[in-house]
């Protein structure tokens, strides 16, 4: 599974380092940009057992800010802002690695710096008793969520 954790801020404009669970780490510019959910659609992204996306519809390619080529066969966590605690995906993979369903906001950083905030559920793809991958499907988030959940982020590691 991929994770990574942010070593340094998330301030308007500021380059961070994202740094992945393996040891590897990327530059990304992160701003105070939010795009917004577009409304009425759902964004879906399926990925193999480690986590590196197999499929994505066109609503993941536009709000990602990333080409489709640029997309499939990179670890989900691309998208992983470093806002977002290790915590949470810790949750995350164990739910679904113990084959059950998982709900919870997630903030995702755009290819562009910027962020847009989802209400995602993973659910893990199963076949022949075993996981072959996961499925996730991201619909937009309330305002009181997003308030909700960034207030408890800021108060996990």
């Known amino acids: 599974m991929h994770d990574m954790k942010a070593a340094g801020g998330a301030d308007s404009g500021n380059a961070t380092i994202l740094t992945y669970h393996d040891g590897s780490s990327r530059h990304v510019?992160?701003?105070?940009i939010e795009t917004p959910f577009p409304e009425g659609r759902l964004i879906v992204s399926r990925t193999d057992p480690a986590g590196f996306i197999t499929h994505c519809n066109p609503a993941f390619v536009e709000m990602s800010g990333y080409r489709l080529d640029e997309?499939?066969?990179?670890?989900?966590?691309?998208?992983?802002?470093?806002?977002?605690?290790?915590?949470?995906?810790k949750e995350l993979w164990q739910t679904v690695g113990g084959?059950?369903?998982?709900?919870?906001?997630?903030?995702?950083?755009?290819?562009?710096?910027?962020?847009?905030?989802?209400y995602a559920t993973?659910?893990?793809?199963?076949?022949?008793?075993?996981?072959?991958?996961?499925?996730?499907?991201?619909?937009?988030?309330?305002?009181?969520?997003?308030?909700?959940?960034?207030?408890?982020?800021?108060?996990?590691?």
């Open 71 to 89: 997309i499939i066969g990179q670890p989900h966590c691309l998208l992983r802002h470093p806002d977002m605690p290790a915590a949470a995906f």
């Open 99 to 118: 084959g059950k369903k998982w709900h919870g906001y997630v903030k995702n950083l755009r290819k562009d710096g910027g962020y847009y905030w989802v």
């Open 29 to 32: 510019v992160v701003t105070e």
């Open 122 to 157: 993973v659910v893990p793809n199963v076949r022949d008793g075993r996981v072959v991958g996961y499925t996730s499907v991201r619909r937009k988030p309330s305002r009181t969520r997003i308030e909700e959940a960034a207030a408890l982020y800021r108060t996990l590691v």
